[in-house]
């Protein structure tokens, strides 16, 4: 198993502690994300799915109001932050404190979820490639900043995806982000390899192989595999069916040195970390 060094993120200035692997969960205020299951669109919906992720064991929410899926609608900067308005002010009036995530990939979103609701991380699918003005927002704001390796848009990203080398070109893509990121100043910085964004079902299993290499950046490493088509495709089934080969992806990646895990379903994460840590702590005797 592989063995890593502690990692912190200063989230609302206090040091989150990635020795024990976190949890994040996904809350969508989207009418169409892939997995249904993850969609809340009224007051009470949010505050359930914020409640149960947080008693089940997330440390982080992660809130979105734009779909990534395959072919997903293109909504206006205004319609997004329309939507995470309301869903950021009735968490921030439910459950004052909780660490809260944005997943966007547009400057003047994240920038107005830290400064107007004190939003603790902006989690960019686009690693600033979707919005000129992104890097130079994150560092003026200082707070983590999670970069997600993308080919393309979510838009055109399944129709032909191709590499020569997968691993040298995501990993040159990290070194150039993380190398102007640092040369802004931004200090606390996540890689996400991007499951299903831009490769097909093998791309995403030779990622997965090779996922404990991510620590040649000494950088924490959020994997988000929850309920996708690398898993449902494989097993021929949808993803309401998907959360058993979730879980298995989710302990392999912890195993290759995961220090976040993305899910929709929190309780099967926690599961699968106190199992992991277990066999870790055992492997020392």
Do not use: W
Not at 55 to 82: K, L
Not at 156 to 170: G, I
């Amino acid at each position: 198993m592989e063995t890593k060094t502690t990692k912190y993120i200063n989230v609302n200035g206090k040091l989150m502690d990635l020795s024990q692997p976190q949890v994040m969960g996904i809350l969508n205020v989207t009418p169409d994300s892939f997995y249904a299951g993850s969609r809340q669109q009224t007051e009470e919906e949010i505050i359930n799915r914020a409640s149960q992720m947080m008693e089940e064991g997330a440390t982080i929410i992660d809130i979105g109001a734009y779909s990534s899926r395959p072919n997903a609608e293109h909504i206006s900067p205004q319609e997004e932050m329309r939507r995470l308005r309301m869903g950021l002010e009735i968490i921030n009036r439910h459950h004052p404190g909780c660490v809260v995530s944005v997943d966007t990939f547009r400057a003047d979103v994240a920038r107005m979820c830290v400064e107007e609701y004190g939003v603790a991380i902006i989690n960019d699918i686009a690693a600033g490639e979707m919005d000129s003005q992104m890097f130079d927002t994150i560092a003026r704001l200082g707070v983590p900043y999670i970069i997600m390796h993308m080919q393309g848009t979510p838009q055109n990203m399944q129709m032909n995806p191709h590499y020569d080398n997968l691993l040298k070109e995501v990993f040159f893509y990290f070194s150039e982000k993380v190398q102007r990121l640092h040369d802004l100043g931004v200090k606390d910085i996540i890689l996400d390899p991007g499951f299903g964004f831009g490769k097909t079902l093998e791309h995403n299993y030779q990622l997965m192989n090779h996922l404990e290499e991510f620590s040649l950046f000494e950088l924490p490493l959020l994997v988000g595999i929850s309920r996708k088509s690398m898993i449902y495709k494989l097993l021929e089934g949808n993803p309401d069916e998907a959360l058993n080969g979730t879980t298995i992806l989710n302990t392999i990646a912890l195993q290759k040195g995961a220090d976040i895990l993305r899910v929709h379903d929190v309780k099967a994460a926690m599961e699968a970390v106190k199992i992991v840590g277990k066999m870790k702590e055992c492997a020392a005797f």
